[in-house]
C-alpha cells in the first residue's frame, strides 16, 4: 500500500499548516489505529515534528499527515478530514472499511 491510499482534505491541511504556524515550528499530523474503544480500534492523533522511519507520509497542499504501515491497512480508502462543528472541532477519519462506529466517531470495526 502506498500514501495514496489515504488522502488529506482541504480543511485538514489548512488546520494542520495553521497549527504549525501557531506553534512558531512545521508540524505533522500523525494518525494511527490503535486496539480498544467501544468499538474494537480507535484512531489517535498527534502533532510531530519529525517523522518515524516507518512512517508513510501524505501530502496536501503544503501539509503532512503521517500513518504508520500497520494502520495504512485499516485506512485504506479514506480521508483525514477536519471538522469544525457547533459541538466542537476536531480531526476525523473518513474510512469505507468501517463497518461500525461508535456515537463519539473514535472508534469503529472493520
Same mark, same amino acid.
Given at each position: 500500500m502506498?500514501?495514496?491510499?489515504v488522502t488529506l482534505s482541504d480543511s485538514a491541511a489548512?488546520?494542520?499548516l495553521d497549527l504549525g504556524k501557531a506553534e512558531g515550528r512545521p508540524l505533522m499530523l500523525r494518525v494511527a489505529v490503535d486496539g480498544?474503544?467501544?468499538s474494537g480500534f480507535q484512531?489517535?492523533?498527534?502533532l510531530v515534528?519529525? +517523522?518515524e +522511519?516507518?512512517?508513510?507520509r501524505i501530502e496536501h497542499d503544503g501539509a503532512?499527515?503521517?500513518?504508520?504501515?500497520l494502520s495504512l491497512a485499516m485506512l485504506k480508502g479514506s480521508q483525514i478530514d477536519f471538522v469544525d462543528e457547533l459541538a466542537g472541532a476536531e480531526f476525523r477519519v473518513r474510512n469505507p472499511?468501517?463497518?461500525s462506529s461508535c456515537g463519539c466517531g473514535v472508534s469503529f470495526s472493520i
Amino acid at each position: 500500500m502506498t500514501a495514496s491510499d489515504v488522502t488529506l482534505s482541504d480543511s485538514a491541511a489548512r488546520r494542520i499548516l495553521d497549527l504549525g504556524k501557531a506553534e512558531g515550528r512545521p508540524l505533522m499530523l500523525r494518525v494511527a489505529v490503535d486496539g480498544g474503544g467501544c468499538s474494537g480500534f480507535q484512531y489517535r492523533f498527534d502533532l510531530v515534528e519529525a +517523522p518515524e +522511519p516507518e512512517d508513510i507520509r501524505i501530502e496536501h497542499d503544503g501539509a503532512a499527515a503521517l500513518v504508520d504501515d500497520l494502520s495504512l491497512a485499516m485506512l485504506k480508502g479514506s480521508q483525514i478530514d477536519f471538522v469544525d462543528e457547533l459541538a466542537g472541532a476536531e480531526f476525523r477519519v473518513r474510512n469505507p472499511n468501517a463497518k461500525s462506529s461508535c456515537g463519539c466517531g473514535v472508534s469503529f470495526s472493520i
